[in-house]
């Protein structure tokens, strides 16, 4: 038998929220405390983590207020040392102006807008741009890390030559990411994405990123077999996994 069709009509919203952020307040320790929440349906715990925007929360969707203020409070020690620290190093932000420091594998450079130029290019310690180029400081960062962009593929491909046949392994095509996250990524068959950002840093922590995703190639966990294949061609990978750790967020500004 035929079932019946049904007389209601829908009219769903078209879409499925997987992610909702919001803003939230809390007293710990006689101290006002602003944090983010992102609640995900993918998330089955809270974890609390300081970045470059201070302190956010990672939320299942159902996680109740209360739930996350109880963690906050279990942890306020953790949380008020984290964003005491993280006040003391936080960079200014960038406005896309003359005269802004911009970093170049670990180089500073001064973005000097000189009219009349035809494209980017560094002089010295200059970063030279053209102010022609761009209305606004949207316009003029899109034109930067436009720029910075193809350096890094570029910087990561010859890096990527150099070290994968150290490791015997085939080269793996390389993406750029964009996450705010992570500096890379290896994905079963062979590719690789690596944070455009890193071109910022000096290249002996681009290349110890690459060579952990290389590694990953031939071992595909965090096993100590894996930090063996790490320390084949990178033997002082463990200084500049800690420097990653500790000055990585200089880096996450743009
Ligand atoms: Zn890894």
Redesign the pocket.
């Known amino acids: 038998m035929r079932k019946p069709r049904t007389a209601q009509l829908e009219l769903p919203f078209g879409f499925r929220r997987t992610v909702l952020t919001s803003q939230a307040h809390i007293c710990l320790d006689g101290r006002l405390v602003s944090y983010t929440v992102k609640r995900s349906r993918r998330r089955s715990s809270i974890s609390l983590t300081i970045d470059e925007h201070g302190l956010r929360v990672g939320a299942p969707w159902q996680a109740s207020p209360r739930a996350i203020e109880d963690l906050l409070r279990e942890h306020d020690a953790w949380v008020l040392r984290k964003l005491a620290e993280w006040q003391e190093r936080r960079p200014s932000p960038r406005c896309w102006q003359d005269g802004e420091t911009l970093m170049l594998l670990g180089q500073p450079l001064r973005l000097t807008l000189v009219p009349d130029q035809r494209q980017i290019r560094v002089d010295g310690s200059r970063f030279i741009a053209s102010p022609a180029w761009a209305r606004n400081a949207d316009e003029m960062k899109k034109k930067v890390t436009d720029w910075l962009r193809r350096e890094a593929l570029q910087c990561f491909r010859e890096r990527i030559a150099h070290f994968h046949p150290l490791l015997e392994v085939s080269a793996p095509e390389v993406h750029l990411s964009n996450a705010r996250t992570r500096w890379?990524?290896?994905h079963i068959g062979g590719r690789i994405r690596l944070n455009w950002r890193l071109i910022q840093m000096p290249l002996r922590l681009v290349d110890y990123v690459v060579a952990?995703?290389l590694?990953?190639l031939v071992e595909m966990?965090?096993s100590p077999r894996?930090w063996k294949t790490v320390a084949r061609i990178v033997p002082d990978y463990r200084a500049r996994r800690t420097e990653i750790k500790t000055e990585g967020h200089r880096y996450l500004l743009v």
């Open positions: 890379g990524s290896c952990h995703e590694a990953h966990n965090h894996f």
